[in-house]
């Protein structure tokens, strides 16, 4: 943790200027102006906070553009410029409201969770807010993990279709020595998969490990490529790339759909036709139409890789919140969501095959997101490890149902426009 003159905002206390400081950056400006310093080496001749106000200055007078409030923050410079963003110059504010609180009866998650969602779309956090209603008072949501791991796929390069099937089968024969080169490499990675895929003269090796509470990007990428050192001297083929797209990272996939990848949960809940009236305003055969109609087959129609309205509404925000890889939120949109119709009701269900996620690593450990993950009990290490990172995916499978519910619910009430009319345009 840095002390506060790292975290002090520009033009708050003890962050005035002087005319000694002004002539120091007019002088480092001038610097960058001619080439003779890069704007990311700042932080080599300065503190973190102050990097980041002579980098701001500069590009204000390189745009001609003031940016007084990319230059207020409350969060540790020191550690977010080492670990988590290069060239900062300051932060953007992204709104967080909370629903709940859910009911969540998981695998890991137990118990009753506020959501933190990062968004600017009005009329979101309200509808999830109601989702949320409707689920706790139905007695919770069921929630589980179906699978967990995370991948990468390194494509190799070979001389023949022959020599591509001997690559696979070299592989298969010598999974235990990769496995133990993978792990030398992390002390919580295991490595729990390896699937080959042949296209032609080209090789994927799709590598599956339990990453605990990583979400496991930056861990699985550094023991793939010992990885796929070995199977190229092993097998003489090439590695072209050490991510092959069949990993398949940030691009919306249907390998993904299929074998899973990180976090692959399910989330459902009884609903009674007495809450589906009260609390969504609309009846369980609506429901079930509307869920058929759009999600089901309006999506198919489509050619769409998600069958669900708006799950990647609150993966997005919850990811934001939570310090997750935004480009993330991508895999939320291939959630299937599925309405049964039932004698008291219906049982709503949300099946989300790629919800890659951690409480360690990457953005977690950025003050504010921090913040949303201790509120949610799953900051940091899971005892054991693994069960934080879990906890967290089952709550936000659970916030996936709840925007499902209420969203389905609004528009088998013919209220969406009005929501947003009244919430999203005050
Ligand atoms: C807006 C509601 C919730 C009103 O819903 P309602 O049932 O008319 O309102 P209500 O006043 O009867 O309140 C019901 C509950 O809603 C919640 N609620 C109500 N108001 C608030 C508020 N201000 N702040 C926080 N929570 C609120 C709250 O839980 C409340 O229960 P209570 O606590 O009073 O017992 C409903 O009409 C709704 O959910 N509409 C759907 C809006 C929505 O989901 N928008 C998000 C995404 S749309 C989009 O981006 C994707 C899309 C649509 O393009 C995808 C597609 O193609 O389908
Ligand atoms: N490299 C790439 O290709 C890509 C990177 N990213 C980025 O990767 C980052 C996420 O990568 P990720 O590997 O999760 O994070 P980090 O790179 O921050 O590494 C997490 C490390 O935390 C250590 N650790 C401590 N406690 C635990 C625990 N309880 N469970 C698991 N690990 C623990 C592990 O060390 P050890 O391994 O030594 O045990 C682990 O490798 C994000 O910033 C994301 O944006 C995203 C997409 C692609």
Redesign the pocket.
Known sequence: MADDAQRRPEGQAGGAQSGQDRERDAVIHAKLKDGTLKIYELEKELMPIDAIRVRRGFIEQETGTKLENLGIFSIDVDRVTKRNCENMIGTVQVPV?V?GPVLVNGGCASGKYWLPLATT?G???????????AITKAGGADVRIIHDGMTRAPVFATDSVSHAAQVGDWVTVHRDELKAAAESTTSHGKLTDIVTFVAGTSVYVRLEFDTKDAMGMNMVTIASAKVADLIAQGTGARLIALSGNMCTDKKPAAINGIMGRGRSVVAGVALTNEQIST???TDAKSLFEVNYR?NLVGSARAGAMGFN??AA?IVAAMFIACGQDAAHAIDGSTCITTVDQTETGAYVSVTLPSLPVGTVGGGTGVDTQQECLRLLGVAGSGTPPGTNAKKLAEIIGAGVLA?EL??L???A?Q??A???Q??GRG
């Open positions: 409201g629903a779309e009329a979101l956090v309200a509808s999830v807010n109601r989702g949320c209603s609390i969504l305003k759009k309205a708006h509404n925007g209420s969203l619910g609004a528009l009430a209220h969406l009005r929501a947003h009244q919430l």
